[in-house]
């Protein structure tokens, strides 16, 4: 980028940390960088890198149990000895911030409107009418539909991209000459993250700011960013262009990393599944239905789904959120009633069986959940969360039980001594791997993983991918994979099925789907994946341009 | 429960270096790692400790009182006076300062000639009575009152929310607009006519009645707990492993709302004390002769001034229970919640800040 011109942001010496139990734990360590404007830097790292504290301690958003040190200056001016008024100043006036998750970062109880007016008239001496036009504006260039009406709309009127494309509007109130945004397409599907890119894009090109983006998904790296800053535990690993990063990447750690991301399109053929035998999850015309609840009317979450999964198959399940993937994975294993159709587990009728009937198909089927933060009990050890499948099925008790649960530790690579902790004491991979011992307890002919991955970083989730491979290879049991990510179907299904609004559109062989798709959505969805190639990024871009006309 | 195992397992494996290494695996139970826990809780075990040393100390000092006026269960204490012997008032100078009757013998120090406990180690009330039998028989009613009230309610009110709370539905309707009819009958009332009918048949009945109506705000907060907890995934995982309702009810979502339980039952408890306070008060709880730590207090509250002793007495036992029950209650707490942390402080702070430099 251009030397000449005066960075907007200039990290010198940049030190943050954190007090916990009487010591100081550094999260960023004698950082060194600075964004001009009109480019785009992003910091890449795997969760608790640093990554997100850094950029939030730039402006002094920081918990009280944090220090910084060094020099940070924007435009010129020092920011870690500004006083509180200097600082608020700079706040979304010069410096603004997109968040992670649009929903907790609006307030929901104002119009997006009024939180954009809000924050104009903060700054500017601006009457309630003149700060309305803009906002509209605003809307406007964020190509928010029907922006005279949508300005009048709170948050949960909004869909997931919307709400996203609010909060970018209202941080654009100003016309910042930074732009900070923390993971901005993380909580969204893969299409609607493709048009934020698009939209950052078109808008630092318009508005010349600056823009620092943090984020671990080096898809949007690619498609974005002119230089990246590779952090690995608080330390800069490597700094350089894209072109560099991506292509000659200096460090071990970043060449990890890199080899770590899964990519659409590099994985060798897998051999066919027998399917003359008879399957073991066999679903037929299921429709399943969320029931009235007062003024809500009933919603079709899965209508005419028609699957059959063999033994030792892997079956994945893509679809963007509130697809209805889900709702079958949880239909499949009993926990959803289902309205119309059969679903069969080995033979036997899922639809309307007994609370007792279910007991006993349950043993057949094990299912890991999305988030082990959330399906693992707090306050239960992890030992016993993964003995109580086996202990209620009357399999085991006592010695005999603890046997068998370091047996499933070891399977899925956990220290025995593990089985006294607590949830959350395990990182992320960690817990979810106690999530998979769990499913695996009763030995079960087919395995639901819902999107059992997306809450873990990418080096996690390649061991996981692994291991869950491994497991497959020596267990044999059939697997129903749902997940968002499509290069990760890859790496692991046998088929795939797509589904959108609660239909299946698409069944086929994994080379067929990804190579020879015949929907139109499933020719959608592959085109938006961001790919960790900026060169090939560039070019899927300008095909999803024109596929999208 | 299940995981217990026993160290016996492990005795004959031989050398050190493994028996430590089988000691880190052993599996332990949710309700070990819990009790460990709260053993670990210094405040909570003092607080443990001391409370049973009142228990103990009251209920051998008056003896058991149990049973109806006309018909009592009573099993003498050590203590040489009851609440009803009568003795010579203790007055004039050189006896009480200040003209003040009834002053207490207890005097702790070393240097003084009555150095000791005394005849009256508490002094005596209007009439000439004991207020050391007086005040031992006060506490005992009212660790009654306080545990009847406060084990009842919590019982009742668990239950009945956490059932209304993961049934929902018509159930759940049902439940909380019982709920609903008791919370609008106020309190004082209820107790009045409770205490009217059945105050003279001691003070275990009437903790029985008050405990049944003691349930509603607990019974809300379990019932709120629970309709977020249902929908947490870990329910749906112990139900894919084979968990009936009740097993998730009680393992599952249970420990999950202990903090929330706890929290209220110690309120509740402080509350049957001035509940019970109240109703003596008005002359429907614990009924004279007999005399409950709340009756003293109301009885004698126009002598602060002239004979404090009086005052003092009964108040340091309501405080010392209360704080025992507090503190009991907050090491609970803690045990059940594995995220517990220490916070940080200002000193900590202060010197992390000194050491760096």
């Known amino acids: 980028m251009t030397q000449n011109v005066e960075p907007i942001l200039k990290v010198e010496n940049y030190n943050v940390e954190f007090w916990v139990d009487g010591v100081w734990y550094p999260a960023a360590i004698d950082m060194n960088y600075e964004v001009a404007p009109g480019e785009v830097l992003a910091i890449v790292g795997e969760s608790g890198s640093g990554k997100s504290s850094s950029s939030m301690g730039l402006m002094g958003l920081l918990a009280s149990n944090a220090r910084t040190s060094g020099s940070v200056r924007v435009k010129g001016v020092e920011m870690l000895t500004a006083n509180a008024k200097t600082l608020r100043t700079f706040r979304g006036k010069e410096v603004a911030y997109i968040f992670q998750e649009p929903m907790t970062a609006l307030n929901p109880v104002y119009t997006i409107g009024f939180q954009i007016i809000e924050t104009l008239r903060n700054h500017f001496d601006m009457t309630t009418v003149a700060a309305k036009k803009r906002a509209v504006e605003l809307l406007e260039m964020v190509e928010i539909p029907n922006p005279e009406k949508s300005i009048d709309k709170y948050p949960h009127q909004l869909s997931g991209g919307q709400r996203q494309r609010a909060m970018i509007a209202q941080s654009l109130a100003c016309d910042p000459a930074l732009l900070i945004a923390d993971e901005p397409t993380t909580a969204l599907d893969v299409t609607v993250q493709a048009e934020i890119i698009d939209l950052m894009r078109n808008l630092k090109d318009k508005l010349n700011s600056a823009v620092l983006l943090i984020t671990h998904d080096m898809g949007v790296v690619a498609d974005l960013a002119d230089r990246i800053l590779v952090m690995k535990d608080g330390l800069t690993v490597e700094q350089g262009t894209a072109d560099q990063i991506f292509n000659r990447p200096q460090h071990p750690y970043t060449q990890s990393l890199l080899a770590a991301v899964p990519k659409l399109g590099s994985v060798s053929t897998r051999p066919a599944v027998p399917t003359e035998v008879e399957p073991i999850l066999e679903l037929k015309d299921v429709v399943i239905e969320y029931p009235k609840r007062g003024r809500i009317p009933a919603f079709t979450a899965a209508q005419d789904i028609s699957l059959k999964i063999y033994p030792g198959e892997i079956l994945g399940l893509v679809g963007e959120s509130g697809s209805g993937k889900t709702t079958i994975g949880r239909a499949a294993i009993g926990l959803l009633p289902v309205k119309s159709g059969s679903i069969k587990v080995a033979g036997n009728e899922i639809a309307g069986a007994t609370p007792k009937y279910l007991q006993t198909i349950r043993s057949h089927t094990g299912i890991v959940f999305q988030d082990p933060a959330s399906s693992l009990n707090p306050r239960l050890p992890i030992g016993e969360s993964i003995g109580e499948p086996l202990f209620l099925a009357n399999i085991a008790k006592g010695t005999e039980l603890n046997h068998m649960v370091e047996d499933l530790l070891d399977k899925v690579e956990l220290p025995r001594s593990y089985r006294n902790r607590y949830p959350h004491e395990l990182s992320g991979g960690q817990r979810q791997r106690v999530g998979i011992a769990r499913a695996l307890a009763l030995n079960p002919d087919i395995l639901i993983a819902d999107e059992p991955t997306s809450a873990l970083d990418v080096s996690i989730q390649a061991r996981f991918l692994d291991l869950l491979q491994e497991l497959q290879e020596e267990l044999k049991f059939a697997c129903l994979f749902i997940s968002h990510d499509i290069a990760v179907v890859e790496i692991l299904a046998h088929r795939i099925a797509v589904m959108q609004h609660g239909r299946l559109v698409e069944v086929g062989d994994r080379d067929q789907i990804l190579r020879n798709p015949r929907d139109e959505y499933t020719r959608m969805l592959l085109s938006a994946v961001p790919v960790p190639d900026p060169a090939e990024q560039k070019l899927r871009r300008e095909a999803r341009m024109k596929l999208r006309g | ?357």
């Open chain 2, 1 to 357: 429960m299940f995981g217990k195992k026993k160290n016996v397992v492990e005795a004959s494996v031989g050398s050190g270096e493994n028996a430590i290494a089988n000691k880190e695996i052993e599996g332990l139970s949710q309700g070990q790692l819990v009790r460990k826990r709260f053993v670990r809780h210094r405040g909570a075990m003092i607080a443990l400790v001391t409370l049973v040393f009142i228990v103990l100390f009251t209920y051998s000092a008056s003896g058991l009182h149990l049973g109806s006026e006309k018909d009592p269960i009573t099993v003498p204490g050590w203590w040489h006076y009851g609440i009803t012997d009568l003795s010579d008032l203790r007055y004039g100078d050189g006896v009480c300062d200040d003209g003040a009757t009834g002053c207490p013998t207890l005097q702790l120090n070393p240097t003084q000639p009555n150095f000791g406990l005394g005849d009256h180690p508490f002094g005596q009330d209007d009439i000439g009575r004991d207020y050391f039998a007086l005040v031992m028989r006060g506490t005992e009613q009212s660790i009654m009152v306080m545990i009847i009230i406060g084990g009842m309610g919590g019982i009742i009110g668990t239950v009945i929310g956490a059932i209304a709370g993961y049934f929902r539905g018509r159930l759940d309707g049902f439940l909380m607009r019982l709920t609903d009819l008791i919370i609008t009958i106020p309190a004082i009332i209820i107790g009045a006519v409770i205490g009217y009918k059945v105050g003279n048949l001691g003070v275990v009945v009437l903790g029985l009645y008050l405990g049944l109506f003691s349930w509603t705000g607990l019974a809300r907060l379990v019932r709120g707990e629970f309709l977020s907890l249902r929908e947490r995934e870990f329910v749906d995982a112990a139900r894919v492993a084979g968990a009936s309702n009740r097993r998730i009810i009680f393992k599952h979502i249970l420990p999950n709302a202990v903090g929330i339980i706890i929290v209220s039952v110690t309120l509740s408890m402080s509350g049957a004390i001035l509940l019970e306070t109240g109703l003596s008060f008005l002359g429907f709880g614990v009924v004279a002769p007999d005399v409950s730590l709340g009756s003293l207090i109301s009885t004698y509250q126009d002598s602060f001034a002239t004979r404090p002793w009086l005052f003092w007495w009964p108040g340091l036992f309501i405080i010392s229970i209360a704080l025992c029950i507090n503190f009991i209650g907050d090491g609970l707490r803690d045990a059940f919640d594995p995220r517990q942390r220490r916070r940080i402080t200002k000193k900590d702070r202060q010197r992390a800040l000194t050491a760096t430099k």
